[in-house]
């Protein structure tokens, strides 16, 4: 029998009203005991040291593809979708991923059943099933994930970054693995996949390499118990670390002078211009206490005055610059600075890289300064105290993960929290950042013509490369300080002081109309919930102009694009600071939303308003964000099909919405001229819809109110008229009707097809939506388990329920490598068939217990004031005004539904003869399929094929419109 050997109390935010233990078990397995009396999910989440970079060389992929079948069956629990569907009937979802040096599970539940789910959980570590049939199923989604992944140009390049690096390391190596790495190449030289994995688990799986994190609302004392009795009969083999299968060639570096000093020209898969240039520095984790490599990415990815980013957008060069260092392996970690060029930066790629130098030999020249240590100290220390709960599912795999690299006692702090002055220590890791130490990416479809391509391995990647000429690193390793634009940034004006939490006179549970009039709607709740220093303001901006047109629509992009960049120096600081600012375009206009620390809210809403209202806008930006906007919309022939699905689903059955070709159309006609009478028109005629919440007084509410209707013009301000708002309309789907649209895939180097298939449900009201919500509740598990697990469709699957403009509907999306459109459709269809002879044979025991789910679900509490905001805006933008939806959907799930009337629900929404079956099927085919021509309907249903004689356009049109809420 295990026992705790060492129990530590780490440290935590002094506003973290969760108790904490770390416990080590006689295993050497080590877990963060959490106990939260309030909380409504219980979860779990388990890293264990070993990843990709243990892969054997004969089987690239397998920590990954360990990683799927440990979900398929285990000793105790032999079914292959036991643990997802006891998961899936008690409030619970589960996931993993596999990185370099760890793979991580993690899972949520409803609290009172956290010690089931546990016991199945910790099968995992102790007896998976591994069986032949599951195994060679299983292959087929590992590789449907990576043909996902294959057409994406983010992942083409982090493959191309491991696969240029030394090969006698294997941070060389492919850790996604497809068929060929894992099945067909194994299988054609007698390799057993299947002996690999359970060897792979057998070796690696080792207790002393596991850190698991847990939450529920037992006491510490009682998680305690749970823990050791699951987890304390893992077995321990004292597992080195370090150790990957390379043996003693792990001495190697990662990236030796071989690698280093090259520039490699890439062709990607979308249309856009990139410069990115990586560092490799030893792992920097034990140095937590400082963090060089955190103050040395502040100053280089600063975007305010002096900053490297200023200079480049000053001529033209640069759209947007990130840098960062993410540890990569055990012995790496890359810092890695990205900048989006402009044509014209691409042109003058080298003096870009030549201006990163320059600032680092000016870091280098002012020396590191303390001020600058600590103010960023003091922001990292203040977002510590003041953070709020994170959802349980998500806080367990990061805390598991922050057990793997830092002491148990600092484990909440390590990472966040900067204790140490060390600038000998930066100026080290600073000295790192020098031309010999770098290799240099250039990215652009403007090689593709370029005779001296080679292609990557594993994504077929075209690239070249080339050495650095010597004369070229030698200025840049001692460059001249030409630019003297470049300068450390001024102190951080945005910096909050005050914390206090203010008297709340009148509690209210939802918010209230504090003000109605022509100008303003506003609705009001102050926090004591919460409690925190933290207010939201968004403020909706509806225009019978932004959206009237394709034309316009255009304009409004690009206007937002415009206005963000321009305001972007002053708002980069605030947010710094922690006080963020997010301009978005809606169906219906502008949406601004101010989010931070309460005291500087109400004075940054006021300068940023008028800021956005006197903007002007200037012919270089103009040309600038012109040419990337162009190059964004055709980017999105590239998109996934799956996205790209979805966007035509949106064009058929909402008025208006505008087609990408739609925007191409019109594009070149935009001028100067245009957009800046376009922007001065608009903010002419004003109406607002806000919301704030937070710490914030109603008193205070109404003077920002007031300041930026002073903004607008005051008593003068013009305000649109109630019958000039816009309205934005959901096509009504005529009953028993099946549509088919059938597309071929936008990109023709993409294999995956995709079926995206809605069914309209029929305008929101409570009895309605609660019962299509427990349809989404019923069907997504069984729904994934037929369509990914047992048929192996592909990587992507799932169903859902979506209210869109006040319609309800019901969603089945799979996406395939395989499979083409029409078969994926067929699937679905056959799936809905088998799913109502087993909703019909359903015991009324496991019925309620999907309910009591669902239920569960709905009474949840609000883990963060973002999520509370978030929820009543959409009661406001959509005009429904139910605050308190959650409780009358669970009244009536209560009351009024059970199996019968979902029966009922089902024979007349989804049944194929029913009497309001109404469908839209969207099928992308990929590049080995070619699209059918026709489709027969179930009995009694019409097929209206929409493509070749019916456009998407005349289909629309062809159509009545559900009606607009009454409340508007």
Request: glycine share 4%; hydrophobic share 35%.
């Amino acid at each position: 029998m295990a026992t705790v050997i060492e129990r530590v109390v780490p440290t935590s935010s002094e506003n973290d009203d969760r108790k904490y233990r770390a416990v080590t078990l006689s295993n050497k397995l080590t877990a963060m005991l959490i106990s939260d009396p309030t909380t409504d999910k219980s979860a779990a989440g388990m890293d264990v040291r070993v990843g990709q970079l243990q892969d054997p060389l004969s089987l690239p992929g397998l920590a990954h593809f360990c990683e799927h079948m440990l979900f398929l069956g285990t000793e105790k629990y032999p079914d292959e979708n036991s643990y997802s569907a006891f998961l899936s009937s008690h409030t619970g979802n589960s996931n993993a991923y596999t990185s370099t040096e760890s793979t991580n599970y993690f899972f949520d539940v409803g609290q009172e059943f956290l010690p089931e789910a546990l016991d199945r959980f910790s099968q995992f570590f102790t007896s998976p099933l591994f069986t032949d049939s599951a195994t060679e199923r299983e292959i087929n989604a590992v590789d449907a994930e990576n043909a996902k992944n294959y057409q994406s140009d983010m992942w083409r390049k982090y493959q191309l970054t491991r696969s240029i690096s030394n090969p006698l390391h294997p941070f060389n190596k492919f850790g996604t693995g497809n068929k060929s790495s894992l099945w067909d190449d194994p299988k054609s030289k007698n390799i057993s996949t299947r002996d690999h994995l359970l060897s792979f688990h057998k070796s690696y799986y080792s207790a002393n390499v596991m850190k698991l994190a847990v939450i529920g609302r037992e006491s510490l004392d009682d998680l305690e118990k749970i823990v050791v009795e699951k987890f304390g009969s893992i077995k321990n083999f004292d597992r080195p670390i370090l150790i990957s299968d390379l043996g003693d060639r792990t001495d190697q570096k990662p990236f030796t002078p071989a690698e280093l000093g090259m520039i490699y020209y890439i062709v990607p898969v979308k249309d856009f211009h990139e410069v990115t240039i990586q560092f490799p520095l030893p792992s920097l984790t034990h140095h937590y206490k400082t963090k060089p490599s955190h103050y040395l990415s502040h100053l280089i990815g600063h975007e305010g005055p002096g900053s490297l980013l200023s200079y480049l957008k000053l001529q033209n060069w640069a759209l947007s610059l990130a840098a960062g260092s993410s540890r990569s392996a055990f012995d790496l970690e890359l810092f890695t600075v990205t900048i989006k060029v402009t044509q014209e930066g691409l042109q003058n790629h080298e003096q870009v890289i030549g201006a990163l130098m320059e600032y680092i030999e000016m870091l280098k020249e002012k020396g590191v300064q303390e001020w600058i240590w600590k103010e960023q100290q003091l922001l990292d220390a203040l977002s510590f105290r003041f953070k709020q709960k994170e959802e349980p599912i998500g806080y367990v795999s990061a805390v598991s993960t922050l057990l793997q690299n830092y002491p148990p006692e600092k484990a909440l702090t390590g990472e966040a929290i900067s204790e140490e002055f060390k600038p000998e220590l930066i100026e080290t890791v600073l000295g790192l950042l020098n031309p010999r130490n770098m290799f240099v990416m250039v990215t652009s479809q403007t090689f593709s013509d370029r005779k001296d391509l080679l292609e990557e391995k594993w994504y077929n990647t075209k690239y070249a490369k080339h050495r650095l000429e010597e004369e070229k690193i030698r200025a840049w390793e001692k460059p001249t300080r030409v630019l003297h634009q470049l300068r450390l940034p001024a102190v951080n004006e945005f910096i909050a002081t005050d914390f206090n939490i203010k008297n709340v006179p009148k509690p209210v549970p939802v918010p209230e109309l504090i003000t109605n009039d022509s100008f303003a709607e506003v609705w009001f709740k102050q926090d004591y919930t919460f409690l925190l220093p933290h207010a939201i303001v968004v403020i909706a901006s509806p225009s019978p102009l932004t959206n009237s047109s394709p034309k316009n629509a255009v304009m409004t992009s690009l206007l937002r694009t415009l206005i963000e960049d321009y305001l972007n120096e002053e708002t980069y600081s605030a947010t710094l600071a922690e006080l963020n600012f997010i301009i978005e375009v809606t169906q219906r206009g502008f949406k601004f939303t101010f989010k931070g620390y309460n005291e500087k809210i109400p004075l940054f809403v006021t300068r940023m308003f008028q800021q956005i209202t006197s903007f002007k806008v200037k012919e270089d930006k103009f040309r600038v964000f012109f040419e990337k906007m162009e190059r964004d919309l055709r980017n999105t022939q590239k998109s996934q099909p799956y996205e790209i699905a979805r966007s035509e689903t949106s064009v058929m059955t909402i008025s208006p919405y505008w087609s990408v070709d739609d925007k191409l159309a019109v594009i070149n006609t935009v001028s100067v001229g245009d957009l800046q009478s376009f922007s001065d028109t608009l903010w002419k005629r004003v109406k607002t819809e806000w919301l704030v919440v937070g710490n914030i007084t109603l008193e205070e509410t109404n003077t920002m109110v007031s300041s930026i209707r002073s903004v607008f013009g005051g008593d003068k301000v013009v305000t649109l008229l109630e019958s000039e708002t816009p309205d934005t309309r959901m096509a009504r789907f005529e009953n028993k009707t099946m549509y088919v649209h059938r597309k071929k895939g936008l990109n023709p180097d993409d294999k995956n097809s995709c079926l995206f298939y809605t069914f309209q449900i029929g305008q929101q009201s409570i009895p309605l939506n609660a019962r299509a919500e427990l349809l989404d509740q019923l069907t997504r598990e069984p729904a994934y388990d037929q369509l990914r697990t047992q048929e192996q469709l592909g990587y992507l699957v799932w169903s859902s329920t979506q209210k869109t403009l006040g319609v309800t509907t019901f969603k089945i999306i799979v996406q395939s490598a395989s499979k083409d459109a029409k078969y994926l459709n067929e699937r679905a269809r056959e799936f809905l068939k088998s799913y109502r002879t087993r909703l019909e044979g359903m015991s009324e025991e496991e019925f309620e217990k999907n309910k009591s789910s669902l239920i569960a679900m709905l009474e949840e509490k609000d883990k963060k004031l973002g999520k509370e905001a978030k929820r009543y805006w959409e009661e406001i933008a959509n005009k429904y005004y139910w605050f308190d939806r959650e409780e009358m959907m669970v009244k009536c799930l209560k009351e009024e539904v059970n199996k019968g009337e979902m029966l009922k629900f089902w024979d007349r929404f989804l049944a194929e003869n029913g009497e309001e079956y109404a469908s839209l099927s969207v099928e992308m085919y990929g590049k080995e399929f070619d699209v059918p021509k026709e489709e027969e309907g179930g009995s009694g249903t019409r097929v209206v094929m929409i493509g070749d004689r019916m456009s998407k356009e005349k289909f629309k049109r062809s159509l009545s419109y559900w009606p607009i809420n009454v409340n508007k």
